[in-house]
């Protein structure tokens, strides 16, 4: 059922529209609200799929009660309904926030395609929250020991920024969530997130992946093709693994953070991208500055703000919480039940070596859900928790 709220002072008015809405749909819900005032108080108390909004009414009126909307729950959808002498403040309340807005007395195509329109957008913003969420789940940062907290804080104050960041740590360590923390934060986080790993390109191939390429540039470029600086425009771009791009490609990043343009391969065109930089690498950089391998100016452009992930090792007292997480992530995966770890068991695995961070225990986790007990044991932990 839609449920649809109905803010018209006048008796008559909500008679014809709730008759309409209701013979046109039954899956149409509709409340009625005699003011603005009753209208925002039933609108603090229930959920509603889209709301219907006189301009002119005692008490409070329409704007106001469109610009109470936006801040108690601006995800409804507003139309509201106007006079003839209102139609200029009607489409004025689009700028606050209105969805839409039909004029009285409503012509019955208009005000259905409105309303189906309106329940649609819902529709789809709950669905994007929804798949939000999922992403924001899948990159959840876990642990509560000091390193984590003090990461956790500085997102905070730099998420909201357009500071360039960048992270460092070992492999395995979760540089990557970091990464996506610092992008679902920001004001950028509507836009796209666009990873690179540097590594895994070949180094011939890299300046043509970061900003694309011509027609004709090269032997197999037989199209135009949009690099990731592009594809990022309006969102970030994420370069992990920084320390093993190759010294022309970072020239271009250079110019790239200098100037916000960009050229592809084989055009002198300039592109103009809105992008933000994060960088990750596991490498020292201030070494491979010293072995000519980094240059030192895009250095400190990239490393506005440094956040260094912790090794697992150094943050043992997370690896409890962290197991417990892999295990319900795990379970689900393989659709068994969540399985528990004894105390035994956790205190053998804080105990080990974790060289491989915290991927390196994601993969002991799984292996012993696989192939331990129903409840995980010293001796699962033995048996099968071996890394090598």
């Not at 209102?86 to 208009?110: E, H, S, W």
């Not at 957008?121 to 969420?133: A, P, Q, S």
């Not at 004709?216 to 037989?222: E, K, M, P, Q």
Request: net charge negative; with cysteine.
């Amino acid at each position: 059922m839609a449920r649809i709220l109905l803010i018209e002072d006048e008796a008559a008015i909500r008679r014809v529209l709730v008759k309409i809405l209701t013979e046109e749909n039954d899956s149409y819900e509709v409340e009625e609200a005699g003011d603005g005032l009753e209208g925002i108080e039933k609108i603090k108390d229930e959920d509603y799929d889209l709301v219907l909004c006189d301009i002119k009414m005692p008490k409070m009126d329409g704007v106001e009660v469109l610009e109470a909307i936006m801040k108690i729950k601006p995800e409804i959808p507003v139309v509201m309904i106007s006079g003839h002498g209102d139609l200029d403040t009607a489409v004025n309340t689009m700028k606050v926030g209105a969805f839409d807005y039909i004029a009285k007395p409503p012509d019955l195509n208009r005000l259905l395609n409105t309303v189906r329109n309106a329940l649609d957008r819902k529709e789809l913003v709950v669905e994007n929250t929804r798949l939000k969420k999922k992403v924001s789940k899948n990159f959840e940062m876990v642990g509560q020991s000091e390193g984590i907290e003090r990461i956790k804080e500085l997102i905070e104050k730099v998420a909201p920024t357009d500071a360039r960041v960048l992270i460092t740590g070992q492999n395995g360590t979760g540089k990557e969530l970091v990464a996506h923390w610092i992008h679902q934060k920001s004001e950028r986080s509507k836009g796209p997130m666009v990873e690179v790993n540097c590594a895994a390109i070949p180094s011939e191939l890299i300046e043509s992946e970061l900003f694309g390429h011509v027609k004709g540039a090269f032997t197999s470029a037989n199209k135009d093709r949009a690099g990731k600086f592009e594809v990022a425009n309006g969102g970030t771009i994420f370069l992990d693994e920084i320390g093993d791009m190759s010294l022309s490609a970072q020239a271009k990043v250079l110019r790239a953070l200098q100037e916000n343009k960009i050229s592809r391969v084989g055009s002198g065109k300039d592109i103009k991208v809105d992008v933000r930089v994060v960088a990750a690498t596991n490498k020292d950089l201030k070494k491979e500055i010293e072995d000519k391998k980094f240059r030192e100016d895009l250095y400190h452009r990239l490393a506005v703000i440094l956040i260094e992930v912790p090794s697992l090792n150094e943050r043992r007292e997370d690896i409890p919480l962290l197991i417990d997480y892999f295990s319900e992530k795990i379970s689900a995966e393989h659709g068994s039940g969540k399985k528990e770890f004894t105390e035994d068991a956790l205190k053998t695995l804080k105990e080990y070596d974790w060289r491989g961070n915290i991927r390196e225990l994601r993969n002991v986790v799984e292996r012993l859900i696989i192939l331990g007990g129903d409840k995980i044991t010293e001796e699962d932990v033995k048996l099968f928790g071996s890394k090598f």
